[in-house]
Structures are given as structure tokens and as C-alpha cells.
């Protein structure tokens, strides 16, 4: 029964890891091969991308691949190859001898920005930018896997966890608006870094209401966290934030998003860009 166990992910949770059919990766013409889905982790990853080429890394140039996780895709044995964990995103870097493999987002944008002369990581805010890099890594858990889960995906609602993570979430929040009052521009200093690319997915979409139904409005985002609103519009404003945060992505209006990225006149079509 699904209330039994896990709700909307119930026929894909098992206690055990590894691959579950045969099923290899597919390969494209770029140099970095993505296999992810457009969800928050998975657009940290695009979006860093896209910004590589916006400021003209060519070696950025890549090919993304959707991986269904709610038809169990991340348990082919290509993926476990790649990600042992099983979890989106996952990145092959064929430039090298022997393909490297990056999997946990935190860790594909730091290989990413290092391979690209620490791109996005100014020398003069590099240690607020890993502070603020590694506090997304720990803190989202308890808004997706937490707040989210248990205010969108459970299967019956259960007022303790999403009083619980409601109140998790709202102090993150806080602590994210006190540093941008404090910087007055980005998350980590003066300068558009990493740290906004990594934290912009889950918060900022959060408080603009393009995460979670209606969850601006019952964290009550307007009143209590403006700066992070205005943060948010202005990173949704970048074009290759524009771009990246539509790739991978199944759902959405027709001509919104980008299932899979080869090429980057796939974006032509889409809307709004």
C-alpha cells in the first residue's frame, strides 16, 4: 500500500543499493555527459553550465540526459556505475583517460568551478563561498526531503512533520535573508558566485512559488523574507539561469522546458528566453 510505504515513491524505495536491470548510459558529442532531471539538485548542476558557456568556457559544452527516477531509471547499472547512490545528478567528464565520474551536486560543482579556473569562486570570497556551498548541502535535505515531502508527496497529511520541517525551513530562511540584508547583493559577498548558484534552486524557487504548490504562501515568504525575494528575481533574470533551470524537466507548459539538452540551439524553441 502506498500509505504503508513511502506514498507517491512507494514501487521504486527498497532498504538495499545497487543496480537493479542491465541498462547502460547513453553517450552524445560533448565533453561532459549529465544524466539528471530537472528537479532542484539537478538544476544546480545545468545552470552552473550554462553559466561555464555564458562566460565563454567552451569545454563546458554538454549533453544532458534524463534520468526518470519515478520509473526507477537511477537503478540501471549504468547509472550505478556512475552513482553508486543512486541519485541525481550524476556527470561523466570524458576529457580524461578513463572517464571521471562527479556525482552528489555540491561535489560536481566544485570539480566543475576547479576545472574551469575556479570559476565563480573568486579568491577573495572563496571561503564564504564554501561555507555557503556546504550549507546548502546540509540544510536542503530538510526542506526537500523534510518540508517538502511532507507538505506535497505523503500520502496523507501528518500535522508533526510539517509543523516540524515548516519551522526548519522558516528558520533557514531567516538565516539566509539576515546574510543577504547583511551583504546587500549576493549570498556570499559582492560578487555572483557559486553559492548562489547552488542555494538559488531550492530557495529561491521556494519563495517564488515554482517549488512546492502554494508553499510561498504558507511560509509566509512576502512578509517575512523580502530580500530573498528580491535575490531570487534577480538570478532568475540571468539568461543561463533562465536556460538552465528548464532543462531535464517533464513537466511544465508545452514549450516551457527542454526534456533532454545536445545542442545549445535546442533552447530556439522554448518560450521565454
Not at 537503478?75 to 583517460?97: E, R
Not at 575556479?118 to 546548502?136: G, I, Y
Not at 538570478?235 to 545536445?262: C, T
Amino acid at each position: 500500500m502506498e500509505g504503508e510505504n513511502g506514498g507517491k515513491f512507494a514501487k521504486i524505495n527498497r532498504p538495499t543499493a545497487g543496480a537493479r536491470e542491465e541498462k547502460e548510459l547513453p553517450r552524445g558529442k560533448h565533453p561532459l555527459q549529465l544524466y539528471s532531471l530537472g528537479t532542484p539538485n539537478g538544476q544546480k548542476v545545468t545552470i552552473f553550465l550554462e553559466e561555464l558557456l555564458e562566460a565563454g568556457h567552451e569545454g563546458a559544452e554538454y549533453d544532458a540526459w534524463i534520468v526518470d527516477i519515478g520509473s526507477g531509471d537511477q537503478f540501471g547499472s549504468g547509472f550505478v556505475a556512475a552513482n553508486p547512490n543512486s541519485k541525481i545528478p550524476a556527470l561523466l567528464d570524458t576529457t580524461t583517460t578513463s572517464d571521471t565520474r562527479m556525482f552528489e551536486s555540491g561535489s560536481i560543482l566544485l570539480q566543475l568551478s576547479e576545472k574551469f579556473g575556479n570559476a565563480f569562486v573568486p579568491e577573495h570570497l572563496r571561503s564564504e563561498v564554501l561555507n555557503w556551498l556546504f550549507w546548502q548541502m546540509g540544510s536542503a535535505p530538510y526542506v526537500g526531503g523534510g518540508f517538502g515531502h511532507f507538505y506535497t508527496y505523503a500520502p496523507y497529511k501528518m500535522r508533526y512533520p510539517i509543523d516540524r520541517f515548516t519551522m526548519e525551513t522558516k528558520r533557514q530562511l531567516d538565516v539566509l535573508e539576515k546574510q543577504l540584508t547583511k551583504t546587500g547583493k549576493y549570498v556570499a559577498g559582492d560578487q555572483y558566485t557559486l553559492a548562489d548558484i547552488a542555494i538559488f534552486p531550492w530557495y529561491g524557487l521556494l519563495v517564488l512559488g515554482m517549488l512546492y504548490p502554494n508553499a510561498e504562501v504558507f511560509l509566509n515568504a512576502k512578509e517575512d523574507y523580502p530580500r530573498v525575494i528580491q535575490w531570487a528575481n534577480e538570478i532568475m533574470a540571468r539568461p543561463a539561469v533562465n536556460r538552465g533551470k528548464r532543462v531535464n524537466k517533464s513537466w511544465g507548459e508545452e514549450g516551457e522546458n527542454l526534456l533532454e539538452r545536445h545542442d545549445a540551439s535546442d533552447f530556439d524553441s522554448l518560450s521565454g528566453l
